[in-house]
């Protein structure tokens, strides 16, 4: 369907609806028609949609795809066509936030493109790369090979490619301290090995505020990167390992589990719908998800002991999508920096996506470079020291700038804390 034809008959249409097929009867249908039925398809969503704001093109908002999911969920044999403009989206979950109707795009986009990509199968060489990339991303012990070669060679590689490359950076030692206090952290499976600094430096900040934080051996990748290149299934083995991992340490007294990186915090968040037809592990998943935390929710809550004034207190914070939308943290990292003594600088256009979006940067380049582009020009027009931002995918996607370094908002806590006792 033409996209002005598209935009004319989603005036007036009626989102009332009737799930056919295969996932009729099921949850993962409910969850879909909950989402379609709460659409008044008033167009506020499109105001905050980055793909939208760049194309002007009604089938790149969410009301466009809305409608495709729609179509493709009620019996309509879905085209490629469809299947490109889900995979276009961000899944910024901007328009959530901006929603009057409250609807769950996220969810529905999770349930909708899964369909679509069933009924339309990808070519066998999209299919591989997806599986290689998927892959690559999800084992710390291949990235950091890859990435340790990548670094060797950078200095001969185009241009375009040393930007996905980025720097090696100490991670400093490992607190020692014991305290009553015990948390769990995820290590992550791209962070632990491009940006081990960000779990040593949260560590190390949570010592000082009297929490150790443990590392479950066993639990490893979050899942989100499996389960948005099409291996739903690969997600949810991944995300029983961890939830086997992390709930006998739970059992013994951890309090949370804390995840510095914001995209993995919102998708651990969605646990319970990637188990909504497990019984066995619906309830751990409810009982984790209840206890995941963005550091910003226990280090906003402490007794911080300062030994220092920030040396360029002049910063800038970029917000994740996942922060924002996802988590719905939104202003609370730039409060506690302020606390500290930094001077966030406020950001144009901050609902806006960088394009990170996980694996998107990859697989979508021309419009994840020109949504970093147009968030670098943003969070550098003050001119700032430094730009803190709380997601890796992001940081490895802005890192290579030529303005204002940029780096994990825990590094500019610890920059000022005391040292420990």
Known sequence: ??????????????????????????????????????????????????????????????????????????????????????????????????????????????????????????????????????????????FSVLLALGRTVRPILPRTLQSRIPPRIEAGPKPTGRHSRTMLMLEGCVQSAAAAHFNRSTARVFDRIGIRLLEAPKAACCGAVSFHLDAAAAARAQARANLDAWMPLIDQGAEALIVNSSGCAAFIKDYPDLFRDDPDYLPLARRVAALTRDPVEVVETADLSLARNPAAPRIAVHEPCTLQHGLKLSGRIASLLSRLGYEPQPVADNHLCCGSAGAYAILHTETANTLKANKLAALNASGPAAIYTANIGCWMHMVDSDAAPVRHWMEAVEAVLSDPP
């Open 1 to 142: 369907m033409a996209s002005s034809t598209l935009a004319d008959s989603t005036k007036g249409f009626d989102m009332r609806t009737s799930i056919a097929g295969p996932l009729a009867g099921t949850e993962a249908g409910a969850v879909a028609a909950k989402a379609l039925r709460a659409c008044v398809h008033c167009g506020m969503c499109n105001a905050t949609c980055p793909t939208y704001q760049l194309t002007g093109d009604e089938l790149e908002g969410p009301r466009g795809r809305i409608y495709l999911m729609k179509q493709a969920l009620e019996g309509v044999r879905p085209t490629r066509l469809t299947l490109d403009h889900l995979d276009s989206c961000l899944s910024c979950r901007a328009c959530e936030t901006t929603c009057p109707s409250g609807v769950e795009y996220h969810r529905l986009l999770d349930v909708g493109r899964a369909a679509v990509a069933e009924a339309v199968p990808r070519p066998w060489t999209e299919r591989l790369f997806r599986e290689g990339l998927r892959r690559l991303t999800i084992s710390p012990r291949l």
